[in-house]
């Protein structure tokens, strides 16, 4: 279980990590607060835990939850079940054990949770009897299992999985004599989209939907032909039928903005088309009666950015109604609570919002502390479920935790019931999180971010700043708990970060600033405008400006250096360099060229070229720190050494951090986000100047 590995990693991580020249000058600086512990330290990012798929049951009386933790040994996730009783808010594991568990689902009675889980040494479907306290290995499958669902009846499990095909042979080798020793054979690659991030070269094949006697049995493909079929799965109320999104143009490859809602029969896997609306239809939920199919759907114009709008759908008469068309936020996952309302989440100003949506357009808000597990920097997150008993389980962050489990009702009544960090994070004081409003520079565009303060900030003293932008670039960033940004304001600094021109959750419009623009010096405007705010303030020292941001903010904060000069040191990380080599080598120029660019490539070089960073590296004086994952597909790592070299060729003062075995996200395991900031932080060490008292 987690908690020895969070006792253990408080022994063994100073050891264990902090082993280069970089951290071991970061680490240098904080020496006598270790003795106290009172500050956010490295090490405490191996013992943060935090809540993740809350499933609430169908009567409201219990959440079953994944419970996040890290283990130091195997520098890994811990993913285990817990079970929580709402109205006495008491938790027990349901397994104790070292193992892997994922998709914990409710049956339609509540007397049975299904999951996926490595119990038996491979990722297989188990169903866990509640009352009897048992628990049965119901599939021998071969592969990964997603969108498990249950049929309402009970009886039946739905699941995708991929169906491997063959690889493409083209020429056929001669036999090779006994005992020769040849080299691998070749891979042949015909197909247009053959690579993803996280998951490297793709295995030929397609994903298909399964159904599996609930009891256990054998597993049955329903879905057919040289397409994909994934994401969420509903049953129809008489559990002879599926729902579910699929794109299955002939050239889906090229189209990956469209999709339609199709039914399978369970018996004969006749296939039936339900929508055709250009655009993606898709997250299809039945209500309880099955009279309601509820949908999103989102346009298929050229944009980065599309609003996802709520649709219901007349089950009888298959007639499609858009529900709340001008609400100017884009909407996430609906839930049925009854058979007129739904509740949904929306990201609003930097927050994630649950709310409950009528079927006559009418949005309440419920609470807009859906957040807390996403770690590493303050992104939006965090899910939530409902029940037909107007019960939402949902999980709660803040700036100062992760996610809890929390549970709320229409009336806006919540209820915290877990406290996961409070034995970690209790007694240690951590930085401070502060709105800030501010006006670009460029065309007077209101921009919306925060700064985190340091422990004991004292604001008659001047403080080094960091600016830290984040990816995307339509995500945002919000007033959430961020481990890499407590542990910068630990050691001393004020850390300030926006949500620039083409972040989500401040609408369409504001989000389309950036198209074909990204990055330029729009965005630039609206992160030195922020500077220029935080200095406004009085408490920075403008003598120690820092700046740093990985994908699209590695990026931005190229793109930056190539503008000004004013920042001492810049971490860029997992940046594109040169847009021109980018989307013609990453996994996703086939979706990125059509929807943030004007055309190919070859079409449009200047357009390119004028917003790579690498057409302003000529301008560069700003020591520059280089931090890229050796597997990265999305933005590979030649986008960093041309980079790098440039730099050197310049003999502008650079350091190159290859991530061994790391794919884009490199903080995806502890150690590496630890690697990540502690080398940040001691980059920025280095070009510190003493601050004026």
């Given amino acids: 279980m987690r908690f020895l590995s969070r006792f253990s990693s408080r022994l063994f991580l100073a050891v264990s990590v902090l082993s280069t020249p970089f951290i071991t000058v970061a680490n240098s600086a904080i020496s006598t607060n270790a003795a106290t512990n009172s500050l956010f330290e490295a090490k405490d990012i191996f013992s943060l835990e935090y809540a993740s798929d809350p499933q609430i049951s169908p009567d409201g009386d219990k959440i079953v939850y994944i419970r996040n933790s890290n283990d130091i040994m195997t520098d890994g996730k811990n993913k285990n079940l817990w079970l ?100 691998k054979p070749v891979v042949v690659i015909d197909q247009a989209y053959y690579q993803a991030d996280g998951r490297g070269l793709l295995k030929p094949g397609y994903k298909h939907i399964f159904v599996l006697p609930s009891e256990g049995g054998t597993p049955r493909q329903i879905t057919q032909g040289d397409f994909h079929h994934s994401g969420q799965l509903t049953w129809n109320k008489k559990s002879d039928a599926i729902v579910f999104s699929a794109n299955r143009i002939k050239d889906w490859e090229y189209k990956s903005l469209e999709g339609d809602l199709f039914k399978v029969m369970l018996k004969g896997g006749e296939l039936k088309q339900l929508t055709s609306t250009p655009g993606k239809e898709y997250n299809p939920v039945f209500s309880e009666n099955g009279k309601k199919l509820a949908f999103l759907s989102t346009s298929n114009a050229l944009n980065p950015y599309r609003n996802a709008k709520l649709n219901i759908m ?165 007033p959430h708990f961020s481990a890499e940004l407590q542990r910068y304001a630990a050691q001393g600094y004020v850390i300030f970060y926006d949500n620039h021109r083409g972040s989500s959750s401040y609408g369409e419009r504001f989000a389309m600033l950036l198209k074909y623009k990204y990055s330029s010096k729009e965005d630039f405007a609206d992160h030195n405008s922020g500077v220029d705010a935080m200095l406004a303030l009085g408490f920075i020292d403008e003598n120690n400006l820092f700046i740093a941001g990985g994908s699209a903010g590695g990026i931005a904060t190229a793109y930056a250096i190539g503008l000004t000069d004013r920042f001492s040191a810049a971490v860029v990380v997992k940046p594109v360099i040169n847009w021109l080599s980018k989307v013609l080598t990453a996994d996703s120029g086939l979706g990125q060229i059509p929807t943030q660019f004007p055309g190919m490539p070859w079409e449009h070089v200047e357009h390119y070229w004028k917003r790579s960073p690498m057409s302003l590296v000529g301008n560069v004086t700003t020591p520059t720190m280089l931090i890229t994952g050796e597997e990265d597909l999305r933005t590979p790592m030649a986008q960093t050494e041309q980079f790098y070299q440039a730099l050197k060729l310049r003999r502008v003062d650079t350091v190159l951090v290859k991530v061994p075995g790391s794919p884009h996200g490199i903080a995806g395991k502890p150690s590496r986000m630890i690697t990540k900031v502690e080398h940040s932080l001691a980059w920025f060490e280095k070009y510190k100047t003493k601050t004026a008292e």
Avoid: C
């Fill in 84 to 183: 929580i009783d709402v109205k006495s808010k008491k938790q027990l594991p349901l397994f104790s054990d070292d193992k892997q568990y994922s998709q914990p689902r409710w049956s339609a009675d509540g007397e049975k949770i299904a999951f996926v889980s490595n119990l038996t040494g491979s990722y297989q479907i188990h169903v866990h009897y509640l009352e009897q306290n048992r628990t049965a290995l119901i599939s021998q499958v071969q592969g990964s299992v997603g969108s498990l669902t249950w049929s309402p009846d009970g009886k039946w499990l739905a699941f995708t999985q991929l169906v491997a095909q063959k690889r493409t042979v083209i020429a056929k080798m001669p036999a090779k004599p006994k005992g020769a020793n040849w080299s």
């Fill in 314 to 478: 007349d089950w009888n008469t298959k007639k499609v109604t858009a529900i709340a068309s001008d609400f100017d936020r884009s909407i996430r996952d609906p839930q049925w609570l009854s058979s007129s309302l739904l509740a949904i989440s929306y990201d609003d100003f930097g927050k994630r919002k649950l709310a409950t949506l009528s079927t006559k357009g009418k949005v309440k808000d419920l609470t807009d502390t859906l957040a807390g597990t996403s770690l590493g920097r303050p992104y939006i997150s965090g899910s939530f479920t409902a029940s037909n008993q107007g019960y939402m389980a949902f999980t709660q962050g803040s700036a100062s935790r992760p996610a809890n489990v929390a549970v709320i009702n229409t009336h806006k009544k919540v209820a915290q019931l877990t406290q996961l960090n409070e034995d970690l994070l209790d007694h240690k004081t951590l930085g401070k999180v502060h709105e800030v409003n501010y006006k670009s520079s460029f065309d007077g565009e209101p921009i919306q971010g925060w700064y985190i303060t340091p422990p004991n900030f004292d604001s008659k003293k001047k403080y080094p700043l960091i600016l830290e932008i984040h990816g995307g670039p339509h995500l945002a960033y919000g």
